[in-house]
Every structure is written in C-alpha cells, then in structure tokens.
C-alpha cells in the first residue's frame, strides 16, 4: 500500500510565497513521476509542474517562472515552491505520484493526494 500525503497550504496575499510538500510511503520500489495538479472552483483539474527520472521537468504555460518544482528521491518528497502568486492560482492543488510497489511481485501503482487548499487573497 502507497499514501501519499500533501501539506503546506494556506492563505496568502498577492505577491506572496507558499512551498508545498508532498510525502510519498510504503512499499515503494522506485517513483517514476512526481506531479502537482490544481483544480480550481468550477474548473477541472490541471497540470502544474511535473518531475521524471532524468531530472525532467516541465511547468504549465500559466506558472513557468513563478513556480519550481523539485525532489527529493531518498525521501520519495517533492516540493512545489510557489513564488509571486496570483489570485487566480486559489485552489485545492494535489500531488501525484506513479512507479513500482514490490511485495511479491512487482506492480504498478499510482496514488493522488487528498488535496491541500492554496487561497491567495488579500
């Protein structure tokens, strides 16, 4: 079994700053993708930034330059440092994790998140 637990959300003015984390566990072979998503009200969830073994990594149009993403493979962590928010970038943003669990055998898996809320408001 895999959990993966997000935090570091909260409320936050225009032009601040928040840094999400995400904590992946269990019986984890190896990660393969680590993404944050957000999905705001009334909209569909979206793709932010995205991590790939290789060091591959690629932001959505909307928050290249503003956001970084990175992680920490020894810790099965990745992070989403978010710098110059907007008001639009308000909602629930969720990590994503993919690779191989090996009990057994092994197998596949991917996990979502519960969700942590990002409110940028003054």
């Known amino acids: 079994q895999v959990q993966v637990v997000e935090s570091g959300g909260g409320l936050v003015q225009p032009g601040g700053s928040l840094r999400l984390s995400c904590a992946a566990s269990?019986?984890?072979?190896?990660?393969?993708?680590m993404d944050w998503y957000r999905q705001a009200p009334g909209k569909e969830r979206e793709l932010v930034a995205s991590?790939?073994?290789?060091?591959?990594?690629n932001y959505a149009d909307s928050v290249k330059g503003r956001f970084t993403i990175s992680r920490d493979n020894a810790k099965s962590t990745v992070y989403l440092q978010m710098n110059s928010l907007k008001p639009e970038y308000t909602a629930i943003y969720y990590c994503?994790?993919?690779?191989?669990?090996?009990?057994?055998?092994?197998?596949?898996?991917?996990?979502w998140g519960q969700g942590t809320l990002v409110t940028v408001s003054s």
């Open positions: 994503h994790v993919s690779g191989l669990v090996h009990a057994t055998i092994f197998r596949s898996f991917e996990r």
């Open positions: 269990g019986s984890i072979f190896s990660i393969n993708a």
């Open positions: 991590t790939a073994p290789g060091g591959i990594i």
